[in-house]
């Protein structure tokens, strides 16, 4: 379908890409961006998909992408699965998933989003059968420079290198890392660890083993979003699962403060993705699978909607938090104690936002989610399960009576 163009056709554009913003009104479009023609394929009304596994991946903007699926759960009165409680927040990762990890009131399912390691037929056991399955990656070499700082002090290959040095660990990696010690997953190929593949598989048949795992992988996950381009990649996302603009829209989370972050040379980027060599083999297959599903869609029509999705988001966010965008805040300026991010170490500082303290009922549930009672738990079991859903989606409005 050709969207129609010209002053008086923004009406059509907007019903051609199926955008709305948050409160159902047409955006308005200026004259100059209705210049270049676009083509898009007809994105109609149509039942929003309510069954999704999302694979959260370690260091991705994965936390990012668990809040659209926690929020769009809550507005829609889903169950999401969550943990049982020897399990922690996580689905007993580094453990192969197993469905006896879900604890037994969040059953069934319609959406799963905590961490986990991918196994397709434990999920298939657990999840309806037309779940679209997705998760998202990030370019090797900052996603091993994130986990190498965030993980300092907790994963033994990394704690054992002097100074916590990044370069040194990549000048002699063996002279640390040690496959078989809990938390090596963190250390080499991630990616390829969460996806359920051998993340050590041996250095001369790694190539070909990545290119197997890739087309494995394609066959599973409906979507594979990527990170350095996330707003193109919830374009696919809300098309996939015929939501509504609404449904996508973020604030990012868990980010890191400029100092924390080490900028890398081109020597140490090269020799990460040597060392995580299927992680880059499977974030090349991807990002080019990315790639070729937005050209199909029209890249003209791609950029239009990511800047719909940017607009609409920044509107909803100054509405949410007093008319300006939020600043960040440091864990320690964060005056709710459920909002302040987890800090892995005094080397890393993860940054945070604090809601207004005049914030209403009503702006909860425009801007959060309209809260629910009870998640079906006992009561002694509901202030873990709320805080449990505070620490990965802090801007849900969960409470117990």
């Known amino acids: 379908m050709q969207c129609e163009l010209g002053i008086r056709g923004s009406i059509n554009l907007m019903h051609c890409f199926g955008l709305q913003n948050y409160f159902g009104q047409i955006f308005a479009v200026s004259e100059a961006s209705l210049l270049v023609p676009h083509f898009c394929h007809h994105f109609g009304p ?13 260091k991705t903007a994965s936390s990012t992408v668990q809040n659209i699926l926690f929020r769009f759960a809550e507005r829609n009165n889903l169950t999401v699965a969550l943990p049982i409680t ?17 604890h037994p009131h969040t059953t069934p399912p319609d959406i799963i989003t905590n961490h986990l390691r991918f196994s397709r037929a434990e999920l298939r056991r657990l999840m309806p059968n037309n779940t679209f399955y997705i998760t998202i990656l990030r370019e090797p070499g900052a996603m091993f420079e994130s986990l190498f700082t965030y993980f300092n002090q907790y994963c033994l290959s990394f704690k054992r290198v002097p100074n916590g040095s990044l370069e ?16 090596s997953m963190y250390a080499r190929n991630t990616l390829t660890f969460d996806l359920g593949g051998d993340k050590d598989w ?17 066959r599973v996950f409906s979507l594979v979003m990527i990170a350095e381009y996330f707003d193109e990649s919830l ?27 080490s900028s890398l040379s081109s020597e140490n980027a090269a020799k990460i993705r040597a060392w995580n060599a299927i992680d880059s083999v499977l974030y090349d297959y991807f990002n080019a699978s990315l790639w070729r599903q937005l050209r199909e869609l029209g890249l003209s029509c791609v950029e239009r909607e990511v800047q719909l999705l940017r607009q609409s988001r920044d ?22 104690k459920e909002l302040r991010p987890w800090q892995p170490s005094a080397k890393v500082a993860i940054v945070g936002y604090d809601l207004p303290v005049n914030i209403t009922q009503k702006g909860h549930r425009l801007c959060l989610g309209a809260p ?7 009561n002694d079991q509901c202030e873990r399960i709320v805080k449990l859903l505070s620490f990965y989606s802090p801007f849900l409005a969960a409470k117990c009576p």
């Open 46 to 58: 149509s039942a929003k998909h309510t069954s999704v596994a999302f694979l959260k991946t370690h």
């Open 86 to 102: 020897t399990c922690d927040h996580q689905f007993c990762y580094p453990r192969p998933f197993s469905a006896h990890f879900v």
């Open 168 to 183: 040194t660990f990549l000048d002699h990696p063996w002279s640390y890392y040690r496959p078989e010690e809990k938390d």
């Open 202 to 218: 041996p250095f001369s048949e790694a190539a070909a083993y990545a290119k197997r795992f890739a087309v494995e992988m394609e």
């Open 235 to 261: 374009v696919l996302l809300r098309r996939l699962l015929s939501w509504d603009l609404d449904d996508v829209l973020y604030v990012s989370l868990n980010m890191r403060t400029p100092d924390s972050k």
């Open 315 to 336: 509107r909803l966010v100054r509405r949410c938090f007093g008319g300006h965008l939020p600043p960040l805040r440091s864990a320690a300026q964060i005056t709710n």
């Open 372 to 378: 629910k009672e009870r998640y079906g738990f006992p």
